[in-house]
């Protein structure tokens, strides 16, 4: 059974950075792809953009290209997602979720996280 | 201002049909997969209706979905009190490099 675990809450000041983890279990290979969305309050879903987890390839999305990073390294005996937002604002306050999927280029996400809640304040 | 167009809200009286539109672009829904997610409050979203019309295993068969050209529709009939919730319709879009889009979120509430 596939579960995606995610990391706690954080708390930033404007201008930092946070790293999100979501740890993978359940799938037999790396055939398949971690995404990230986001849900700000009072709004609705955003995606941020994916990671291929066998060739490490990733597609952000236009509007964080930039300031987003996505890893997943294979040094582990654990298969770990990070995601990275850099130049943190107040409108970047959000809960982040990672989901998988077996496509790339599809729209079904068909396994989430938890949710991580990222609140950025002075 | 998302890229696909839906209802911010929706309602009915226990056991009626809600129907939520989700309308799109040639880039989006016109060449690809319509997908719906159901968002109980204080919970992750849910897979609900994949490739336009599939239920995952465990999802009712009161919730079914549609597409038509560069719209899609999901229905929700014999309507519960768990029924209220958000719900997001979601496609692949060929440009750029291509990304997910979703609609804006319809809120379902039961009256």
């Known amino acids: 059974q596939v579960q995606l675990v995610q990391s706690g809450a954080e708390v930033k000041k404007p201008g930092a950075s946070v790293k999100v983890s979501c740890e993978v279990s359940?799938?037999?290979?790396?055939?398949?792809?971690v995404h990230w969305v986001r849900r700000a309050p009072g709004l609705g879903l955003e995606w941020m953009g994916w990671i291929i987890a066998y060739n490490d390839k990733t597609n952000y999305a236009q509007s964080l290209q930039g300031r987003v990073t996505m890893t997943m390294p294979r040094d582990t005996s654990t298969r770990t997602a990070y995601m990275e937002l850099r130049s943190l604002r107040s409108d970047d306050t959000a809960l982040y979720y990672c989901a998988s999927t077996s496509s790339s280029r599809a729209a079904d996400l068909s396994f989430w996280g938890q949710g991580t809640l990222v609140i950025v304040s002075a | 201002q998302s890229v696909l167009t839906q209802p911010p809200s929706a309602s009915g009286t226990p056991g009626q049909t809600v129907t939520i539109s989700c309308s799109g672009g040639?880039?989006?829904?016109?060449?690809?997969?319509v997908y719906w997610y159901q968002q109980l409050p204080g919970t992750a979203p849910k897979l609900l209706i994949y490739r336009n019309n599939q239920r995952p295993s465990g999802v009712p068969d009161r919730f079914s979905g549609s597409k038509s050209g560069t719209s899609g529709s999901l229905a929700i009939s014999g309507l519960r009190s768990e029924d209220e919730a958000d719900y997001f319709c979601a496609a692949w879009d060929d440009s750029l490099s291509g990304h997910v889009v979703f609609g804006g979120g319809t809120k379902v509430t039961v009256l």
């Open positions: 359940g799938y037999t290979f790396s055939a398949y792809v």
């Open positions: 040639s880039s989006n829904i016109g060449s690809n997969f």
